[in-house]
């Protein structure tokens, strides 16, 4: 099936059915997030996978009582850079030297507009800019588990502090962005299971240059 065929296939399951997903599945979710886009390619995010049961009971309660922490095979955390700083550039830049064979003399004036980047924007602004990033992962992740006949929640329902002091993500420099609850809907107990995708038509949502 195409991607356009799956995404109707898909939606945001609200239960499910606790069935495990498998371990190539998980890894080609991760990988898909691994693989998106981001700005200057710095991706500046962690990812944080969780199956550990007692965890997710504990997780439960930050997500506003949503069954699906608990009812998903697995957890994943997109936590955004709260921070961008030096050590990151030049953690990026050795990435580069590595993987290319690149000098870091040709990459000067790369590290220096990142550099700038970094100096010029606020602590708000990075947070900001970590999400947008993440977001894109997000949706490839999402989009990837559609592919693979996987169920995938993206969920923003949690409380934020909440779940940053109860991973200790502030110690790593990170804050959380959004949870996707990777799993199988439970067909039986989900009113959503077999209700009619709702979005605007096209013609609404899009605008085409020049109007007819
Ligand atoms: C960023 C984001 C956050 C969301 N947060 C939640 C959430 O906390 N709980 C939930 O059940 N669904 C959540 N959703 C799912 C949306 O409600 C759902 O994607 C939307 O209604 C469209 O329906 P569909 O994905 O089933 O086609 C979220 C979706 C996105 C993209």
Known sequence: MSLKDVLHWRYAPKRMNGQKVSEEGIESILKAAQ?????MGLQPFTLYLIEQRDLLEQ?????YNQPQITEASHLLLFAGYTKLSGHHIDAYLENIMATRGASAESLEPFRKSM???AQSSSDEQIRIWAA???Y?????AIAEAALLGVDATPMEGFDIPGLDQLLGLHQHGLSSIAL????????ENDFLA???KVRRPLEELVVRFPQQ
């Open 132 to 134: 947008n990033q993440a």
């Open 59 to 63: 997780i439960r309660p930050v997500a």
């Open 115 to 117: 550099m700038r980047f």
């Open 136 to 140: 894109i992962a997000l949706g490839f």
């Open 194 to 196: 077999y209700e009619k």
């Open 180 to 187: 996707l609850a990777i799993g199988y809907r439970d067909e």
């Open 35 to 39: 693989y998106a886009p981001t700005s």
